[in-house]
């Protein structure tokens, strides 16, 4: 399998071939669906909270006597049913991250790479250089490739790249190594550095 390079004008340069280890991986949905949700899962921050009919201030004393008054029977302004009472089965703060083997994360990972390969939707970039840091050079990059939907760019880890990419909202750069299969199905297009796509072949099992 091959894949287009281009350079930063968006002029189609040459080709190059996706190693075989990494993008012709058999592709597992079930289990990119499994990773996808420990990854979700684990960066729940889990802090709502709410307060029941025990914890909500006021008194607990009965409103008026049970009978004889014409209104509703009521036993505490706590309730439910009242304004500013408690609230039943209130959330509490609970821990929603687990564990899953290492060994599918990364199958899910060369699973999600493959399925993005086989829809042709990745590009290489021969060379990535980004002077200062400014949001207009990666944009105008991003204008000379066509390419205006949700992105992931695959890049060495550069300071400068990441303070003129932060403000772009469709735009998540990533090294290869933090790379996740959350990364990957979540983006419609998918740019290499020439470089990045040469330490793939670090992905496979």
Same mark, same amino acid.
Not at 124 to 131: F, G, M, P, S, T
Not at 165 to 193: E, G, H, P
């Given at each position: 399998?091959?894949v287009n390079?281009y350079?930063i004008?968006g002029e189609?340069?040459g080709?190059?071939?996706? @190693?075989e280890?990494v993008f012709e991986?058999?592709i597992?949905t079930p289990l990119?669906h499994?990773?996808?949700?420990?990854?979700?899962a684990?960066?729940?921050q #889990?802090?709502?909270?709410a307060?029941?009919r025990?914890?909500?201030s006021g008194?607990g004393?009965?409103?008026?006597?049970?009978k004889g008054?014409?209104r509703?029977?009521a036993g505490?302004i706590?309730?439910p049913?009242?304004?500013h #009472? #408690?609230?039943?089965f209130?959330?509490? @703060?609970?821990?929603?991250?687990?564990s899953i @083997?290492k060994k599918?994360i990364k199958?899910?990972?060369l699973?999600?790479?493959?399925?993005?390969?086989?829809d #042709?939707?990745?590009l290489v970039?021969?060379?990535?250089?980004?002077?200062? @840091?400014?949001t207009?050079?990666?944009?105008?990059?991003?204008?000379?490739?066509?390419?205006?939907?949700?992105?992931?760019l695959?890049?060495?880890?550069d300071?400068?790249?990441?303070i003129?990419?932060?403000?772009?909202a469709t735009?998540n750069?990533k090294?290869?190594?933090d790379?996740?299969?959350?990364?990957?199905?979540?983006?419609d297009?998918?740019?290499?550095t020439k470089?990045?796509l040469e330490r793939c072949?670090?992905?496979?099992i």
């Amino acid at each position: 399998m091959e894949v287009n390079i281009y350079n930063i004008k968006g002029e189609k340069t040459g080709k190059m071939p996706l @190693p075989e280890n990494v993008f012709e991986a058999k592709i597992n949905t079930p289990l990119i669906h499994e990773v996808v949700n420990w990854y979700l899962a684990n960066r729940r921050q #889990g802090t709502h909270a709410a307060k029941t009919r025990a914890e909500v201030s006021g008194s607990g004393k009965k409103p008026w006597k049970q009978k004889g008054t014409g209104r509703a029977r009521a036993g505490s302004i706590r309730s439910p049913l009242w304004r500013h #009472g #408690g609230v039943i089965f209130a959330k509490k @703060p609970r821990e929603f991250s687990y564990s899953i @083997p290492k060994k599918k994360i990364k199958l899910a990972l060369l699973s999600s790479l493959s399925a993005k390969a086989k829809d #042709g939707v990745m590009l290489v970039l021969e060379e990535l250089k980004i002077e200062q @840091p400014k949001t207009r050079e990666v944009y105008k990059i991003l204008k000379n490739l066509k390419i205006d939907n949700k992105t992931l760019l695959i890049s060495k880890r550069d300071k400068t790249l990441n303070i003129a990419s932060r403000n772009i909202a469709t735009l998540n750069v990533k090294d290869v190594t933090d790379l996740t299969a959350y990364d990957v199905i979540d983006a419609d297009r998918i740019i290499f550095t020439k470089e990045s796509l040469e330490r793939c072949s670090m992905l496979s099992i």
